[in-house]
């Protein structure tokens, strides 16, 4: 497999994390037993967001891609691909604090929902 096809992989699986985060929350109503892994998913992209840890598919998808004699980037996954797609120019660290807080509220509705679902008497 080309070094390209593997860094580009990377960057979808990337992105498809990033929308399990924002998403995965109403999958758990069809299948409860994503909840637990979804929770840890969102604890973790809260996380890296607030720590500057960086994802650990940022270097890999990197080196793949220098390895394809593409260039690599120095800035995050989501700084370089995502947030010129989403979030407007001038993002400051306060919003992205309000992000973060709309994301966890987000989440807490919809297994509020599935919770309360599961509890109501059938019939």
């Known amino acids: 497999m080309s070094a390209r096809i ?3 992989a ?3 699986l990337h992105f498809l994390f990033i929308l399990y985060v924002i998403f995965g929350a109403p999958l758990a109503l069809l299948h409860r037993s994503l909840i ?3 929770v840890v998913a969102t604890i973790w992209a809260v996380i890296v967001n607030h720590t500057g840890w960086g994802c650990p598919l940022t270097p ?3 080196h793949f891609r220098v390895l394809a ?3 690599g980037y120095s800035d995050s996954f989501i700084d ?4 010129p797609m989403v979030y407007p120019s001038g993002l400051t660290g306060e919003l992205t604090v309000y992000l ?3 994301l966890v509220i987000w989440n807490c509705a919809w297994y509020w929902l599935v919770l309360s679902k599961r509890r109501r ?3």
């Open 100 to 102: 973060s807080i709309a």
């Open 121 to 123: 008497p059938h019939g």
């Open 60 to 62: 890999v998808e990197n």
């Open 10 to 12: 990377t960057m979808i």
């Open 80 to 83: 370089h691909y995502i947030m």
């Open 36 to 38: 637990w892994p979804h």
């Open 69 to 71: 004699g593409q260039q």
């Open 6 to 8: 593997i860094a580009d």
